[in-house]
């Protein structure tokens, strides 16, 4: 999923501080699932908004929305008429869904009100880690699963670095070495044959290299 | 012989080749730079010039290793992968093979949390293996990464680092490996103070015929000081400084550890030369080149081959 995380409320109060009426918008998707942006952030942070305007003197309105989904264009449709005075929306979604809001409703600011950080799972509860980076040219299948591309942070695509030390990354002891753990599953596998393999350098189009990137399928496409 | 390298030739001759290193600058201080490299002048085959060592900015490795050619020595030019994509290190690499530099070490590099920078953002296009496979298409085949045609192919003597301390250890000797068949002509290792486990890598070299494929340059360092042996054995990641070490070096008083750390380091260096498969030793003697011709001349190093 898409992992955010919310922004600090001064910056937020800076945002929507020349408004009378906003609309404050969640998204049920990946925002829910990581309670950065779902229906219950959204209370919190409205009751948090209007709070530290009160204490700032000033009135605001905040309507509160959750969207199923704020990345498609079919249900940030349904925004039409609760749009109705609002001066401004504040997004909880992650990137994706402020960016369409913003196309759709072009003469209303649209803020964001969470910081998008990466694509990641869920470690344990509370906890989500970094595990794609959506390079457009998976390489699981030859390393164990794991990737070294969103997981190594020197992005090392023949082995660890002459930093690994105990199972964990130079940066951090709270880092593992992606390359630890390739190669104890590669181990456990009984593949470390592939390990010998030189994974030539990588072609950086499909993960962006050749600019925005766009799928288009055919049989779908209207 | 693959290149014109003054290093390729003495190591190709049979000789215990010996190099050292050079930081460049953090500053326009070119005589700052040539009075460090004028103390290696003599005592060794190459003078390896850091890429940004630590992820700290300096003169770039490729301006330090012209000065330091000016100067009659022979630079090895460090490249990492971390500033630079492949464009901008092919690039250097023409442009330092153009102004007579033949020798290079390709590097992943420090990670930049551990610099003066650690809001920049880390390069790593390619990675070493990668580029080590790249500047070896450039020489032998005359072909850019990108696959067009090099109008005066750079003939680099390509070089690649080896951590014999790094986890995991079984790993290593593997890892060399595919630096090797990516197309490393020599290898210099990080610091060695815990000799029995080199052995116990160079073992694992030698089980796979790997020194007879690739030169192996063992690296040392002499510590300055108690202070730096306890940071090289808990704060540089990948450093494995075992704990007799640092009590010898607490054993003296603090104005002889200075002349302490020199006799491990030539110590070390004896028992190094004795190891199969050890093609030469690559002193990094960290701001402190001043110390290197005595290192060299007590460890046996000196005078070096003419070639």
């Given at each position: 999923m898409i992992t955010a995380e919310r922004k600090p409320l001064e910056e937020l109060i800076e945002y929507i501080k020349p408004f009378k009426r906003i609309l404050l918008l969640g998204c049920n998707e990946c925002v829910t699932v990581c309670a950065a942006g779902g229906r219950k952030e959204v209370g919190l942070l409205a009751s948090g908004l209007q709070m530290a305007m009160l204490k700032n003197g000033s009135n605001i309105d905040i309507r509160q929305h959750t969207l199923e989904r704020q990345c498609d264009p079919e249900y940030v449709e349904e925004l039409v008429p609760m749009l109705d005075g609002a001066e401004a929306i504040m997004s909880m979604a992650c990137g994706c869904g402020v960016q369409q809001l913003a196309m759709r409703f072009k003469d209303k600011p649209v803020f964001p009100a969470v910081n998008t950080k990466f694509m990641g799972a869920s470690e344990r509860q509370g906890v989500w880690a970094e595990r794609c980076q959506g390079c457009g040219n998976c390489l699981l299948g030859m390393t164990g699963g794991i990737c070294p591309i969103a997981r190594c942070a020197k992005q090392l695509m023949n082995g660890p670095c002459g930093g690994s030390t105990g199972g964990h990354c130079e940066i951090s002891e709270?880092?593992?070495?992606a390359w630890q753990l390739i190669w104890d599953r590669l181990k456990a596998l009984g593949q470390t044959d592939m390990y010998l393999e030189n994974i030539p350098a990588k072609d950086w189009r499909p993960g962006g290299g050749s600019g925005p990137r766009k799928i288009i399928r055919e049989d779908l496409a209207e | 012989m693959k290149t014109e390298s003054r290093l390729e030739k003495v190591l190709a001759a049979g000789h215990l080749a010996v190099t050292s290193e050079c930081g460049p600058p953090r500053g326009c201080q070119p005589a700052h730079l040539i009075e460090k490299a004028k103390y290696l002048d003599g005592i060794v085959d190459a003078v390896n010039v850091t890429d940004n060592q630590t992820a700290m900015v300096r003169m770039s490795s490729l301006a330090a290793s012209f000065i330091i050619k000016q100067q009659g020595l022979n630079p090895l030019f460090q490249v990492t992968c971390r500033d630079r994509n492949r464009l901008a290190m092919q690039a250097d690499i023409i442009g330092a093979y153009s102004m007579g530099i033949d020798t290079m070490l390709c590097l992943s590099g420090?990670?930049?949390?551990?610099?003066?920078?650690?809001?920049a953002m880390n390069?790593?296009?390619?990675d070493s293996i990668q580029m080590i496979q790249m500047v070896k298409d450039m020489r032998d085949k005359g072909i850019f990464q990108g696959g067009a045609e090099i109008k005066g192919a750079p003939k680099m003597f390509i070089g690649a680092a080896a951590n014999?301390?790094?986890?995991p250890f079984e790993l290593r000797v593997m890892r060399l490996a595919k630096k090797i068949a990516a197309g490393a002509d020599f290898i210099q290792t990080q610091c060695i103070f815990n000799v029995p486990k080199f052995e116990k890598w160079m073992e694992g070299v030698r089980e796979k015929g790997l020194h007879k494929k690739c030169y192996i340059l063992a690296g040392v360092t002499p510590c300055k000081s108690l202070g730096a042996a306890k940071y090289m054995a808990n704060?540089?990641?990948?450093m494995d400084v075992p704990k007799e070490i640092v009590d010898r070096m607490a054993s003296v008083p603090k104005e002889k550890q200075a002349e302490e750390g020199v006799t491990i380091c030539v110590e070390t260096i004896e028992k190094l030369k004795?190891?199969?498969?050890?093609?030469g030793i690559h002193i990094m003697a960290i701001e402190w080149e001043e110390k290197v011709q005595e290192i060299c001349e007590r460890a046996g190093l000196l005078p070096r081959p003419q070639v």
């Open positions: 709270e880092v593992d070495c | 420090d990670h930049t949390k551990f610099g003066d920078h650690p809001m390069v790593h296009d390619i014999p301390f790094a986890d704060r540089v990641p990948g004795k190891i199969e498969g050890v093609s």
